[in-house]
């Protein structure tokens, strides 16, 4: 069968071409049209993103941290400054060759194995964009030789700048608390690019966090063009940091570095107050921590040791801490008798006890101190004075007077962590415990035990009222012109005898003698005081209470302490508060303490090179005995305790140990003051008895 074949003409082969022509320039223009569009969109939309794109390929652009505000003492003096700082760090989000770049570091900057340990455990938990530290308060030559060799060492950033400095170091711990870097969970409230700059610190706990926004300052920027390789080809435009605010305290920073030295082993505190304006001049916790150590980033081993110190260091015991203060309330009980129309010449026979329905209520004194009147029932410390005007009035009659005094007041001073006391009545009672008040309960509040709490920082108040007759409130910024506080509304004779009777218990046969000055034309007036913080019971009271001696530490007494000098004319008043001290040493006890917190005042000189002495048989000066504890901690628990900083450290005065220790004190003092009857301090006798009185 013969195949039928298709004819194409010329015709129809043109038109053929033509179209597939067609299409392929239709194709062709679309093509250009979309990159036409394209190159537009980059050129003209996008031309700014690309343009910082290739502007941060060629021009470095970084944050300069701004200059933290110096914190000064009212003279000026610094108490928190900065110290120029030449410091690398390693940004992990950037770090590129782990091994190698650590390798190079350690070359370059001589660090040692422990160092280098630190760092890989500071990479191991440190967020991406956190810096870790590898070195700071390099000398120029180390840090100019990471310089030259920036360009191999991707993820280092070096920075020069300024680091925190606390020149009295541990003596200000609890006073300025301590710069750090921000945490991850800092970071992401805010975003704030700053926070994560490479040397970038934040207040982290006293003043230096409540005054944050003050010292902080805004930081500037600086700008180098750089080849691709990363080498600085010139310095371009650079916008300078605004320091942040120096802010003036009201603290003397000699007093302060002074009273904290002389404060030696104990675990205590101590408040020096000016009578007339309030300014606190001296606030010291101790032991406490270094803040140079805190700010530089402190270890985990430091952090332990820190922790399980029994003697709490990082807590702020002016402010945090709570005690039953003791005797130290009696010329404040005088002076509420007083008001109630007592006679200050109206006797009471002490005969050693007193009887009240079943209970046997004891003076510290167990033969008795005889007929006692108002000035030598203070003098002396007399318990039964005390407890028969408290059976007799009730406590009622003594609390508003405590009140007015400043105990259980909440001042305004700024400091994020702070506990206030208690000054209880019956309306408190049946509030808090739904019992009413009992003849027992005055009577122990008589002498300061039972639910009377007060921290420091008001028994310095409560003497600098006692002493001024003013309504001191404790100030710690001069931010401007500050006069004398207003009168309070007490009879000034009421308070000439209360004085006379606080000059009497240290010049004139009283409990207080060792705080006597032996400076020409300068006296003090005071008033001694222990505290119980365990609970004796009537099966040991049978055998024998135990000597303060014989017990564990933090069964011991506190010993306690409210003064003011010159007793014609008062200026200064003082509170020291001594941990389970228990008066067992002479040179360590309030007394011996305030009296020379009082000739440091009026005679430098001779204040300081008695204390010089006194420290050779401490152990040496704070910064010595702290290291020689360091050394040996870290002997006994290096294997024990990973490397590493400690980064997700709480603030010392919020730590686990200071949560722990407020709690266990706490139930201690509520132990005490709901003893059952034949058990409460009253009964047992004011824990004078057990220490030979009143620090005499």
Same mark, same amino acid.
């Given at each position: ?182 945490? +991850?969970?800092?970071? !992401?409230? =805010?975003?704030?690019? /700053?926070?994560?700059?490479? *040397?970038?610190?934040?207040?982290? @706990?006293? %003043? ?44 003397? +920073?000699?007093?302060? !570095?002074? =009273?904290?030295?002389? /404060?030696?082993?104990?675990? *205590?505190?101590?408040?020096?107050? @000016?009578? %007339? ?50 005797? =130290? ?368």
């Amino acid at each position: 069968m013969t195949k039928l074949t298709r004819t194409i003409n010329q015709a129809q082969q043109n038109f053929s071409f033509s179209r597939r022509a067609m299409m392929l320039g239709g194709a062709q223009a679309a093509m250009g049209v979309v990159l036409a569009g394209r190159m537009a969109w980059l050129s003209i939309a996008e031309n700014e993103h690309y343009q910082l794109l290739s502007e941060s390929n060629r021009i470095n652009n970084t944050v300069i941290p701004p200059r933290r505000g110096w914190i000064v003492d009212r003279n000026g003096h610094p108490i928190a400054d900065n110290r120029t700082d030449f410091r690398v760090d390693i940004i992990p989000d950037r770090l590129e060759d782990k091994e190698r770049t650590l390798a190079l570091l350690q070359e370059l900057l001589a660090l040692t194995p422990e160092d280098m340990d630190r760092i890989q455990a500071d990479l191991k938990q440190a967020a991406g964009f956190q810096p870790v530290q590898v070195a700071e308060n390099l000398p120029w030559e180390r840090y100019a030789a990471v310089s030259v060799r920036m360009p191999e060492l991707p993820g280092v950033a070096r920075t020069q700048g300024f680091a925190r400095n606390y020149p009295a170091g541990p003596a200000v711990g609890h006073l300025t608390g301590y710069v750090g870097a921000a945490s +991850a969970e800092e970071y !992401e409230k =805010t975003k704030d690019p /700053l926070l994560v700059t490479p *040397g970038f610190k934040i207040g982290k @706990d006293g %003043l230096e966090r409540s005054l944050e926004d003050r010292l902080r300052g805004k930081p500037g920027a600086k700008r180098e063009e750089v080849t691709a390789r990363g080498r600085l080809v010139r310095q371009l435009a650079t916008r300078p940091d605004q320091p942040g605010e120096t802010v003036r305290l009201t603290i003397d +920073a000699g007093l302060q !570095e002074y =009273t904290a030295r002389r /404060l030696g082993t104990n675990s *205590g505190s101590a408040v020096v107050l @000016d009578c %007339l304006t309030g300014d606190v001049l001296a606030m010291c916790s101790m032991p406490s921590y270094d803040p140079n150590a805190f700010s530089d980033g402190i270890s985990h081993l430091e952090w332990n040791m820190l922790s399980e110190n029994d003697h709490v260091p990082l807590m702020n015991k002016v402010l945090q801490g709570l005690y039953p203060p003791g005797s =130290t309330v009696k010329p404040m009980n005088a002076l509420a008798l007083l008001r109630a129309g007592i006679k200050p010449e109206q006797t009471v026979f002490c005969g050693g006890a007193l009887r009240v329905g079943t209970g046997l209520f004891h003076c510290w004194r167990r033969g008795g101190h005889g007929h006692v009147d108002m000035r030598r029932a203070v003098a002396q410390s007399c318990d039964v004075y005390f407890f028969q005007m408290a059976r007799d009035l009730g406590y009622d009659a003594f609390a508003p007077t405590a009140r007015m005094l400043g105990m259980g007041q909440e001042f305004d001073i700024p400091f994020p962590s702070q506990r206030y006391g208690t000054v209880p009545d019956s309306a408190w009672k049946l509030k808090k415990y739904h019992t009413k008040w009992t003849v027992a309960d005055s009577i122990n509040a008589s002498i300061g035990q039972g639910y009377v709490l007060a921290n420091p920082l008001q028994l310095a108040v409560m003497a600098a009222r006692l002493g001024s007759g003013r309504k001191v409130v404790p100030r710690m910024i001069i931010d401007q012109p500050h006069g004398a506080a207003p009168g309070l509304a007490f009879d000034p004779q009421h308070l000439a005898i209360v004085r006379d009777a606080m000059y009497a218990a240290v010049n004139d046969g009283g409990t207080a003698g060792a705080a006597r000055l032996y400076l020409p034309g300068i006296d003090v007036s005071a008033k001694t005081g222990t505290a119980q913080v365990r609970r004796i019971t009537m099966a040991e009271r049978r055998t024998g209470v135990l000597n303060n001696a014989a017990l564990p530490f933090k069964l011991r007494d506190h010993a306690l302490f409210i003064s003011f000098a010159p007793s014609d004319n008062p200026r200064y008043a003082l509170a020291i508060v001594l941990e389970h001290n228990a008066h067992l040493i002479r040179n360590l006890d309030a007394p011996a303490i305030a009296r020379d917190v009082f000739t440091y005042l009026f005679d430098r000189p001779r204040a300081i090179t008695a204390l010089d002495v006194a420290e050779k048989t401490w152990g040496g000066d704070i910064g010595t005995r702290m290291a020689t504890q360091e050394a040996a901690y870290r002997a006994a628990h290096a294997e024990l305790i990973p490397a590493g900083t400690e980064l997700d450290a709480a603030a010392p005065t919020s730590s686990d140990a200071v949560e722990q220790a407020t709690a266990q004190a706490d139930a201690r003092a509520e132990a005490v003051a709901n003893t059952a009857a034949g058990d409460s301090p009253a009964e047992t006798g004011s824990p004078e008895a057990g220490s030979g009185g009143d620090a005499r």
